[in-house]
């Protein structure tokens, strides 16, 4: 069961409230009130949403919306999302019948509204998702006594909840949740014997025990407390709880064995108990319950799936992933008739699936991958034609794909990889409109692929089956959605459609292992998305089209094994790829220049008429001209004396350099004590870094260390950024290995927008990370560094430089997609820790890389606070949570890149503005004291022309500080908004810039957001 919404919980108190009798005074004359109201409007600056509130007549008010009016009398003012900004006023209290009060989902101000003290005949108070601070006053008993619902959900509340508000008689419904309680809940909300719903979801509380007192909640239907810093053990006697239909008290840190109390409850229809430390095994006796949704995922559970659960009949989802079960499933929970959700995910179960899943039921969603499952799949699982998700991948199964998945209309899951699965794939499958993720790689399946495919597929996975046949040009139907194309390693013929270059938001096509034939395919432009090209070891033939060079995100390009001809084509120097394989073709002339250096030296191997300008390659070396006679002349000789001479001059001045070197690498260590962890192709060595690691190349320095800019190929002016990180003593062998293995994640990264890291050098005491070195420095350095870059001009005087906003805006984009890359194509997802606009680096044409990984965390043993403090994270990039709980998450990337965007809007550095928030802080402000936006912008780039992108940065930036991590966009929608921006930006240069307004692009909408685990009844790993 899905939690209810805060706006969907008012409207059904609203009817409640308003079927009521109503004794208030009748005789009050309507044009005091109206009068009130527009004296209300006034007082928020007459906002147009409520525009329309005007004194034509008497009595007109109780016409408009917003307005409920009985006996001619005000008693009910709903101004949900209405874009007030300004506070409560005193006087609204004159509406005396006014008993329900919804300012739901606006920008108000300030601490909590004691105002509403004087509206004597309240019962229905919402304020939630708005901008109130502080906290809840100890009297706020004083509201009034009438009151039956309140909800202060979505603020920044902070503190303790008083003790008095356990002495609402009458209240119905308590909404706190989601704002930033860090004190104690009081053991008096037990007293409020009324009480049927209780949020108080989401907050940081002091770690508590769950009252006693809780358990006289008799009337309680919902009990939502899922990460409050919960502590100790459920109680016993929550049985008491007899009317409980929803218990989720998820992502706390309770303990011990699931009480044997939880089942009493026979109202009870949802069950969340995951993300806790609950262990034992699940209790063998159910049969009492009317569960319709088990929630026991993510703890420390043992055993096997009790037979009992088959006599939950009422069981609508069953979610035990995460855990340590273990044994077969009994046959009967696959008869339930009522089961809608199966979520069984990492655990260590095995045996055959019940046959019968699906048959009998309205099956929606079957997860479970990652156990030891054997056998096929129940042939019935889509039998009724409800199934969204089959996610059954690293098992054992074999057979093939269930019939029954022909005809499921709405599925949009299907990962099975990692199975042993056969046979064909149901046509209806294919063409399944709503088929989203379409992943089988890794198993027997064999078959043509077809004609039509589903139109809304954005990954399409098939590697390493048998299928045959041709690429149909069906392909191309495929182009609103299709990201990801892997069809590695099968039996394909054929030549490679055009219809593929159909498909612009390719980032990865993979059909290497075929035996595809025929020229490449032209007019590829269209692949302006495409990151990864694998076509290796084809029959392609024909000469490499010179549109691959327009490809400016690819970084993986592997054409080897084929039977390519002709030119490597010039244009490839406008690439910046960490990957290029062209070898065992049969290409010809000369190697583009940009390529002639070790790092790609074995990237042109096996074709022998291509030629290189530099021997150490390992190809033949380009003829510079005719060859002249081998005839020795006597001005020959007299040239070999004098280059003997200097050789031995050459000899002596090498002994000395030798003696030299020796010296410093007994200071420095020598090779042999070095370990070397190579992720590209290099052209130094340890000695050619170890002996530049000198003052006069030092670039910058920090807790951890030093960084070097070191030049790896003088003639080519090449350089290289090398960190050294050092500890006074020798390392933990564990802490290496973290470090180590923490290293080898991220030197598999592969992205235009992220710094590559070429090689890890270690030692016993030192670390070396040795990166490709960026020409334009930091994004700090052009934001604040004395003050502001500096850069000579003509006549040699130094200038500052300062940053345009349009290639700040490019940098954030470029950012945006780095930490986007991150988040959600890497496996496991890499989370930054300390994104700061010094870790975004710039290149040559001011394109953004994210830098520095924090990896000397990894070096950093306990009790050394000093340096934890140097990689932690850096003064007004850090979120509250992460400074608070340590908990590291995507979350706190999107909050420390927010504080980025708000730099580049503003100029400002992070630390500026309030003590604990720096500029997020000062930025909030600026919203809540209602001063104008373009006043806080970067006065020396602040054009009129970009006020409106600007504006919508800082208001993104804003948003993705929001104190809670859950109303925070993740990375994939930030990057979004921009790039919906950035369409908008050139519209309006396309179009003159007065018609498109881009701002509402970036506005924060406010829209009510919500955990995942309040989003859904329990977690997924679709």
Aim: glycine share 6%; proline share 5%; with cysteine.
């Amino acid at each position: 069961m899905s939690k209810i919404s805060s706006t969907s919980l008012q409207i059904t108190l609203s009817l409640l409230i308003f079927t009521l009798p109503f004794r208030g005074n009748s005789q009050t004359t309507a044009n005091p009130e109206q009068e009130i109201l527009l004296k209300l409007k006034q007082h928020w600056s007459n906002p147009p949403s409520i525009e329309h509130w005007n004194s034509t007549s008497t009595l007109i008010h109780c016409t408009w919306p917003e307005i409920n009016c009985t006996g001619g009398s005000v008693i009910g003012l709903s101004l949900v999302e209405k874009n007030i900004s300004g506070t409560i006023p005193p006087f609204i209290c004159d509406l005396q019948n006014l008993t329900l009060l919804n300012l739901l989902n606006n920008f108000i101000p300030g601490p909590f509204p004691t105002v509403l003290y004087n509206c004597s005949k309240l019962q229905t108070l919402d304020i939630s998702q708005n901008y109130f601070v502080g906290s809840i006053p100890s009297d706020i008993h004083r509201l009034s006594s009438q009151l039956r619902a309140l909800n202060i959900a979505y603020n920044n509340f902070t503190g303790d909840i008083p003790a008095s508000i356990g002495r609402f008689s009458e209240l119905r419904t308590l909404n706190i949740e989601l704002n930033q309680f860090n004190g104690t809940f009081p053991p008096e909300i037990g007293n409020l014997s009324n009480l049927e719903l209780l949020w108080m979801a989401v907050n940081p509380f002091a770690p508590s025990k769950i009252p006693s007192n809780f358990t006289q909640l008799r009337k309680l239907k919902s009990l939502w407390m899922s990460s409050a810093n919960l502590i100790g053990e459920i109680p016993e006697a929550i049985g008491n709880m007899t009317a409980l239909e929803l218990l989720d008290v998820s992502t706390n840190q309770l303990t011990g064995n699931i009480p044997n109390g939880v089942f009493l409850l026979k109202n009870l229809t949802t069950l969340h108990l995951h993300k806790n430390k609950l262990s034992g095994e699940i209790p063998t006796s159910v049969e009492a319950l009317n569960l319709h949704v088990v929630d026991l995922s993510e703890n420390n559970l043992t055993g096997t799936i009790p037979d009992d659960f088959g006599k939950l009949t009422k069981l609508t989802g069953l979610a035990l992933f995460s855990n340590h079960l273990s044994g077969e499933v009994p046959p009967s929970v696959g008869r339930l008739p009522n089961l809608q959700v199966i979520r069984w995910f990492t655990n260590n179960l095995s045996g055959e699936l019940p046959p019968d899943f699906g048959r009998y039921s309205m099956l929606r969603e079957f997860q479970v991958a990652t156990n030891q499952f054997i056998g096929q799949l129940p042939e019935h699982l889509c039998s009724n034609g409800v199934l969204e998700a089959v996610i059954a991948f690293d098992n054992n199964l074999t057979g093939e794909l269930p019939s029954s998945l022909g005809n499921c209309t709405r599925m949009t899951t299907v990962r099975v990889h990692g199975n042993r699965l056969s046979g064909n794939i149901p046509d209806g499958l294919w063409t399944s409109f709503n088929l989203t993720f379409f992943m089988i790689s890794d198993n027997l399946f064999t078959g043509h692929l077809p004609v039509k495919f589903a139109t809304n597929l954005s990954r399409l996975e098939i590697s390493n089956n048998q299928f045959s046949g041709e690429i149909p040009a069906g392909i191309s139907s495929l182009r609103c959605c299709l990201t990801v194309f892997k069809a590695s390693n099968n039996l394909f013929t054929g030549t490679i459609p055009q219809e593929l270059t159909a498909l612009p938001l390719l980032t990865t096509l993979s059909l290497d292992r075929n035996r595809l034939s025929g020229h490449f395919p032209s007019e590829i432009v269209s692949w302006h998305s495409l990151n990864d090209l694998n076509l290796s070891r084809n029959r392609l033939s024909g000469e490499i089209p010179a549109d691959i060079g327009s490809l400016r995100v690819l970084t993986y390009l592997d054409l080897s094994e084929n039977e390519l001809s002709g030119q490597i084509p010039p244009e490839f120097g406008k690439l910046t790829l960490n990957s290029l394989n062209l070898s065992s073709n049969s290409l010809t002339g000369r190697i583009p220049g940009k390529f002639e250096i070790e790092f790609f030296d074995a990237s042109f191997l096996n074709n022998p008429g291509l030629c290189s300008s530099k021997p150490s390659l390992g190809i033949e070396v380009c003829s510079s001209g005719a060859r002249k006679s081998g005839r020795i002349s006597t001005q020959l000789f007299a040239m070999l004396t004098s280059v003997a001479s200097v050789l031995f001059v050459l000899a002596i001045i090498f002994t000395l350099f030798f003696v030299i070197k020796v010296h410093r690498k007994r200071k420095l260590g020598s090779d042999l004590t070095w370990k070397l962890t190579s992720f590209q192709r290099l052209n130094f060595t340890v000695s050619s870094i170890l002996l530049k690691l000198t003052e006069n190349c030092m670039i910058g320095s920090g807790g951890s260390g030093k960084v070097y800019r070191v030049p790896v190929n003088s003639s080519e002016g090449e350089f290289v950024a090398v960190k050294r990180i050092w500890n006074n003593r020798k390392l933990d062998q564990k802490l290496v290995k973290q470090f180590l293995a923490e290293v080898e994640i991220l030197g598999t990264i592969r992205h235009s927008n992220i710094v590559k890291l070429l090689c890890c050098m270690s030692n016993e005491t030192s670390k070396l990370l040795v990166y490709e070195f960026l020409e334009n420095g930091s994004l700090h350095e052009w934001l604040h560094g004395n003050n502001r870059r500096r850069q000579p001009s003509v006549s040699g005087s130094v200038h500052h430089v300062v940053l345009d906003w349009p290639k700040r805006f490019q940098i954030a984009v470029g950012a945006a997609r780095g930490l986007c890359y991150m988040h959600n194509d890497c496996s496991p997802p890499i989370v930054h820790r300390d994104m700061k606009s010094s870790n975004i680096l710039l290149d040559s044409e001011f394109n953004a890389k994210i830098a520095d990984f924090g990896l000397a965390k990894m070096l950093i043993k306990h009790g050394e606070p000093n340096t934890v403090s140097a990689v932690a994270g850096s003064i007004g990039y850090i979120a509250p949570e992460y400074a608070s709980t340590t908990r590291v998450n995507e979350k706190i990337d999107v909050y420390s890149f927010g504080v980025v965007l708000l730099e580049l809007a503003t100029g400002r550095k992070a630390s500026d503005g309030d003590e604990e928030m720096g500029l997020a802080g000062w930025a909030w402000h600026q919203l809540q004291e209602d001063k104008s936006i373009e006043d806080a912008l970067d006065e020396e780039i602040k054009e009129s022309c970009y006020l409106e992108e600007m504006s919508g940065v800082f208001k993104l930036g804003i948003n993705c500080t929001y104190t809670l991590p859950s109303a925070r966009p993740t990375m994939k929608e930030v990057l979004q908004i921009l790039l919906r921006c950035k369409q908008a930006m050139a519209f309006q240069e396309n179009n003159g810039g007065s018609e498109y307004d881009a701002a509402p692009l970036l506005k924060n909408s406010k829209r009510e957001r919500r955990l995942d685990t309040a989003d859904d009844d329990f977690g997924s790993n679709v």
